[in-house]
């Protein structure tokens, strides 16, 4: 066997030894993990070793077996390994919500080898999800957060002044991506910085009381805002010139006091608004007034309303396509409108490909009406490929109206599918939530569906799927 046979085979037997020590070493950690998991009320740090410790409400040290702790062989292994070892300690989730009894706090409170290797892997405090409690174990762990601020990547806080006060600018947050944070609706104001943060990219920001924000907004790419109104979220816009992908949930309407200049969002490719409707109030589409997106490719608009929107109340929609000269892929609409107004809205949008619309809630005529435009008209969404409409019934207490009729349904089929000047109609789906709406039954078996899917359509006709038909 010449020598680098001999190197290779060498390197694979320790590849192996340390495998199988590695494999050992895990499962004495877990173990350590679910011993000190199974005492009551707290934890505390072995005997023998120095470093911070949890006590219960007795106020008593709290001991585990000193076979485990003490074992040579975790003790002795590698920080490197060891560290490895502490990240498959963690739960499989996306946020962890740092507790003393699970890991990484447990692990932290140990002993001080463990603790030193703990703050020193930053996998372990990457992505963490933290409400203020009023546990005296949850000041605790808020000081903890705090002190480990430089290694938070993906972080979801309720932003305090306590919390604010532990945070005190210039501070560093060298790996921070995303930051989703929440400001409690009660509490006096205060000032929160994170400008010294390279690589945040990420914000959501729940919102529901003043605070003085210094976020490095110009660097934001997609950004999430709920708010109590639409005039924090307005104000922030002119600080987003880099937004791609916006979100913007808000309780109530209520136009600027002043006039607020918004540059055009150039680079905004997907922009969702949502009308939360918590205070009983309607947000209407004039939220759309206030900037421009031209390279805008995706738009969801979600509002709760008492009554159908008519077509007037459609206009910020038609003059935000006019003004933004946008080429829009994809709309997702949910809001009660007439049938006119529906309309109105989809020809103002010829370049749409992917079209999800509720309708409510309309009478049958009203929904038929709308259906129809599909067919025999060339120049209502001559480009559109995927077609999910979702019928939702009118009151029971109000006047039924006649039923639809389901040829009205294989006649849209018909002509989308095999007419010229207009693309093929690829997918299909229409989801309701009341048989009555149709003149027979009607669903994705019925013989006259059939030669459509047998063509390749992606179809479906049925009732609402959770999850799927959910805006």
């Not at 502490?86 to 003393?100: G, Q, W």
């Not at 008492?306 to 933004?324: D, G, K, N, Q, Y």
């Not at 992917?354 to 435009?373: N, T, Y």
Request: hydrophobic share 40%; aromatic share 8%.
């Amino acid at each position: 066997m010449d020598g680098a046979a001999v190197n290779e085979k060498m390197s694979q037997t320790r590849s192996r030894m340390l495998l199988r020590e590695k494999m050992g070493a895990k499962a004495l950690a877990l173990s350590l993990v679910e011993e000190v998991e199974g005492t009551p009320d707290g934890f505390a740090e072995a005997p023998g070793h120095s470093g911070i410790a949890f006590f219960p409400a007795t106020g008593a040290p709290v001991a585990f077996p000193a076979s485990v702790v003490d074992s040579r062989r975790v003790l002795a292994l590698p920080p490197e390994l060891l560290a490895e070892i502490f990240l498959h300690c963690l739960p499989d989730v996306e946020f962890i919500k740092p507790d003393i009894t699970s890991s990484p706090l447990i692990l932290y409170g140990i002993c001080r080898h463990f603790r030193e290797i703990a703050l020193s892997t930053p996998g372990l405090w990457s992505s963490l999800s933290f409400e203020t409690e009023s546990a005296p174990e949850a000041k605790r762990i808020e000081l903890i957060i705090a002190g480990l601020s430089p290694q938070w990547r993906n972080i979801d806080l309720e932003f305090t002044p306590f919390l604010a006060l532990l945070l005190p600018p210039p501070r560093k947050f060298y790996l921070l991506e995303k930051l989703a944070f929440t400001v409690p609706s009660c509490g006096p104001n205060f000032q929160l910085s994170l400008y010294d943060a390279p690589k945040l990219c990420q914000v959501h920001a729940r919102i529901y009381h003043p605070v003085g924000l210094h976020i490095p907004w110009n660097q934001i790419t997609v950004n999430r805002m709920t708010c109590r109104n639409f005039r924090t979220c307005i104000k922030i816009l002119p600080y987003l010139p880099n937004l791609v992908n916006g979100t913007f949930e808000v309780d109530r309407y209520n136009s600027p006091t002043e006039p607020i200049s918004v540059p055009p969002l150039l680079r905004l490719r997907s922009l969702t608004v949502v009308g939360s409707g918590e205070s009983g109030e309607s947000v209407p589409m004039h939220i759309l007034d206030h900037f421009t997106a031209p390279s805008l490719k995706t738009l969801t608009l979600r509002f709760p309303y008492h009554r159908p929107m008519v077509a007037s109340e459609t206009a910020p929609l038609i003059s935000f396509a006019s003004r933004s000269s946008f080429q829009l892929q994809t709309l997702s609409l949910s809001l009660a409108l007439t049938a006119e107004a529906v309309v109105q809205c989809l020809e103002a949008l010829p370049s749409l490909a992917r079209l999800k619309v509720m309708i409510e809630p309309l009478g049958a005529d009203s929904i038929a009406a709308v259906l129809r435009q599909f067919t025999k008209n060339r120049q209502f969404l001559p480009k559109l490929e995927s077609l999910h409409t979702i019928l939702v019934a009118i009151s029971p207490f109000e006047c039924q109206p006649p039923p639809i009729s389901v040829a009205v349904l294989i006649e849209l089929l018909h002509w989308r599918r095999a007419s010229e000047g207009v693309t093929q109609l690829k997918s299909f789906q229409l989801a309701y939530d009341s048989k009555t709406l149709f003149d027979r039954a009607v669903d994705s078996d019925s013989e006259e569906f059939r030669p459509f899917s047998a063509e390749g359509m992606e179809l479906y006709v049925g009732s609402l799927r959770p999850s799927i038909d959910d805006y």
